[in-house]
């Protein structure tokens, strides 16, 4: 009787970038591996003299069945990657996934059952390949890794052994993710897409599964791309408000522009921030801001989310939005036509950009006080109710 290999359900998804790197993990590694230790059962003379404990045959097995056990959407894309003509057929199976806002589209994730066993043994390769680069394997590991690096550089370039091996290493990565709180409220999100059930076309994430899928791509991106989280830049959707505060600002003070940063003043006053409608139109980067160091910086299309009829904005957000607009495009500002629109919390903001604006800050100051202000504080209070927001 064979026993049948427990299987782990994963989730992986339907990235080109990830894709790639799984795909040439087989050829030239595994697969030479495998044809070396076939000539060595055979007798062959003219062999690389490898570790004993190195099982080319099964590792290459190993990964054929990881690949078996892709959902047939990620076959598709890894097996059309690099071809001339690709294959442009859906593949059964494929959805798109959508943020909770229905219009955001995310890379699609699709639940996988794999055996523990054939992601280790392939680990168990990639140990002696990291031995041998480190120069304490005593066999030719390291020069059939040298070999194979320069068999498949590109013409009249030097193989990279260490950079061919650290792809190796990234197309492992996902099959060895850890599996956080993240992994299970997605794979119930997208049970739908397991093998063998009926996928429908589209998929929308709660605002829940959302922040799910957040973290879970943040990790999938820092172990494709080998590098800290720091170093990914997020999906704008998944800022908080203050987070895109943060960004607006810094972008604001990396352009280096007074008229840029008084129309951000006004833009982190309102109720934007946040919103995964806003969030459409703002493009995220990494960069060095002066005083800061390294930080997440927003640019934002102000015109576009004037322009955009299915974005809800409140008589406050609307008009803030209008002079962050002048502002931005350099256009004189006529304050008197909105501060009496606003209350005195606010009017003080619009007060303070157009301080920015002017190149004043730091020689002139805004503040709230004055005797009618301290009544109106006072009949707040009496009545029991906060402070003037707006």
Not at 216 to 224: G, L, Y
């Amino acid at each position: 009787m064979t026993d049948v290999p427990e299987k782990t359900r994963v989730l992986l998804p339907d990235d080109e970038d990830w894709l790639s790197l799984f795909m040439g993990m087989e050829e030239p590694l595994l697969m030479q591996l495998a044809l070396n230790a076939r000539a060595v059962q055979e007798g062959d003379e003219e062999v690389w003299e490898l570790p004993p404990d190195l099982d080319g045959i099964g590792a290459h097995q190993a990964w054929g069945r990881l690949f078996g056990a892709l959902p047939e959407p990620l076959r598709h894309t890894g097996t059309n990657i690099g071809r001339y003509e690709p294959n442009r057929d859906r593949p059964a199976g494929r959805y798109t996934l959508y943020a909770p806002d229905g219009r955001w589209e995310h890379t699609p994730l699709y639940p996988a059952d794999v055996d523990p066993h054939d992601v280790a043994a392939v680990a168990a390769v990639l140990t002696h390949f990291r031995t041998a680069l480190d120069g304490t394997d005593h066999t030719q590991l390291g020069d059939f890794l040298q070999q194979m690096a320069d068999d498949w550089a590109d013409p009249g370039r030097e193989g990279n052994d260490w950079q061919m091996v650290e792809d190796f290493t990234l197309g492992l990565s996902v099959w060895q993710l850890p599996h956080e709180p993240d992994v299970d409220v997605l794979l119930e999100a997208v049970a739908v897409a397991s093998p063998g059930g009926e996928t429908p076309e589209r998929i929308v994430l709660t605002p829940t599964q959302e922040d799910a899928y957040q973290s879970f791509m943040r990790r999938v991106s820092a172990a494709v791309a080998g590098n800290s989280p720091h170093d990914i830049t997020p999906n704008p959707a998944s800022l908080s408000h203050e987070e895109m505060n943060d960004a607006l600002t810094a972008g604001a003070r990396l352009s280096d522009s007074q008229l840029k940063r008084a129309a951000t003043h006004l833009l982190t006053s309102t109720g934007l921030s946040g919103r995964g409608d806003f969030a459409r139109h703002v493009t995220l980067a990494w960069a060095e801001v002066p005083d800061t160091g390294r930080a997440l910086v927003a640019e934002v299309d102000l015109t576009a989310v004037r322009d955009d009829e299915t974005l809800y904005l409140t008589g406050s957000d609307e008009r803030l939005l209008n002079l962050a607009l002048s502002y931005g495009r350099g256009r004189p500002v006529h304050l008197d036509a909105y501060l009496n629109t606003f209350g005195h919390q606010t009017a003080q903001r619009v007060l303070e950009a157009h301080v920015i604006g002017m190149g004043m800050e730091g020689f002139l100051t805004v503040s709230a006080g004055g005797p009618e202000l301290d009544k109106l504080n006072a009949l707040h209070a009496e009545l029991g109710i906060g402070g003037d927001d707006q």
